[in-house]
């Protein structure tokens, strides 16, 4: 068990440590959008933080169900397929399936950078402080029901394992923008040189 709450909470620190680091990159970044369609890196921390906000809710009212259980329970037993459920759940941080999201997720793109920052941090001190509550095992007494990927019931360790593959999955989508971003930027500066060459050359025929 201390195995498998040592996991999720690398999974939390990792993914948590990563996201603040976007708060630190170029305005211009932040903000480009390879198409109107598609969301810029501030909107893709808006809507990390308003899924988290949601997945929460149900993880700590489980938190407090799983500790009253606990009381009336002597023994917790991992089941012999355990570890199959968290490599259902690995497949959240890929691309390999689509995700329709609710319109309660989209984000508005109006939220200040700082206060998205601050709520992220609340966020993972609270699935830090779950965890601490839940160190022996308790995390087990409670099922509910995911409906992405068809992962079915998942206890709370593993829906907040499910918090951070979520996120590792906006993560990627980030990078993917920089990536775009870096590009568009080259293919800029490619166009600007290319049009300074012919008078560059006129300039050099000149002077000969």
Not at 120 to 138: D, V
Not at 145 to 159: A, E
Not at 163 to 178: G, P, V
Request: hydrophobic share 40%; net charge negative.
């Amino acid at each position: 068990m201390r195995n498998v709450i040592q996991s999720v909470r690398e999974a939390l620190l990792t993914n948590f440590r990563e996201l603040d680091t976007w708060f630190e990159k170029d305005f211009d970044l932040l903000h480009f959008k390879p198409d109107t369609n598609q969301w810029n890196i501030r909107e893709v921390l808006e809507h990390i933080s308003l899924t988290n906000y949601f997945l929460l809710l149900i993880i700590n009212k489980s938190t407090r169900r799983a500790l009253e259980r606990k009381r009336a329970t002597n023994t917790i037993i991992l089941p012999a397929d355990y570890q199959d459920k968290f490599d259902k759940i690995d497949v959240i941080g890929s691309r390999s399936f689509g995700w329709i999201r609710p319109e309660h997720l989209e984000p508005s793109g109006l939220q200040d950078m700082r206060d998205i920052r601050a709520l992220l941090k609340q966020q993972f001190a609270q699935c830090m402080y779950n965890l601490s509550l839940l160190k022996n095992g308790e995390g087990l007494l409670v099922l509910t029901n995911m409906s992405v990927n068809h992962l079915g019931k998942l206890d709370i360790y593993q829906y907040i394992y499910f918090l951070t593959k979520h996120i590792e999955r906006h993560i990627r989508q980030m990078q993917r923008l920089a990536g775009e971003y870096a590009g568009a930027t080259e293919d800029d500066a490619v166009a600007n040189d290319s049009v300074s060459a012919p008078d560059e050359e006129t300039e050099s025929m000149l002077l000969i």
